[in-house]
């Protein structure tokens, strides 16, 4: 299983940003996909998780700056950010959900700098 996520780069405060993550395919469509970010010299931290269902969670911090969605014909995830933060700089990761619970499978990340 690859993932890669892309997207990532330097904006200002207040600018959206999308990212992508495009996973092997075969494997895409049938299983939870995430967003995790890691800010500086802070544990990794869950963002955001869509189902094969297509229901949706969030953390509560991101909660309607953030839209996670999937196109599995193109297995493909995205994460729309908008009115970013300084706070928001981080590198952003996707993971796929395990069967059994947690992630098991991640990208190496792609890096959103926000200036403000």
């Known amino acids: 299983v690859q993932l890669q996520a892309s997207g990532g780069g330097l904006v200002q405060a207040g600018d959206s940003l999308r990212l992508s993550c495009v996973a092997s395919p075969r494997t895409f469509s049938r299983y939870t996909m995430g967003w995790f970010r890691q800010a500086p010299g802070k544990e990794r931290e869950f963002e955001a998780a869509i189902r094969w269902t297509g229901d949706i969670t969030y953390t509560d911090s991101v909660k309607g700056r953030l839209t996670i969605s999937r196109d599995n014909a193109k297995n493909t995830l995205y994460l729309q950010m908008n009115s970013l933060k300084s706070e928001d700089t981080a590198v952003y990761y996707c993971?796929?959900?395990?069967?059994?619970?947690?992630?098991?499978?991640w990208g190496k990340g792609t890096l959103v700098t926000v200036s403000s």
């Open positions: 993971a796929r959900g395990a069967p059994a619970g947690g992630m098991d499978y």
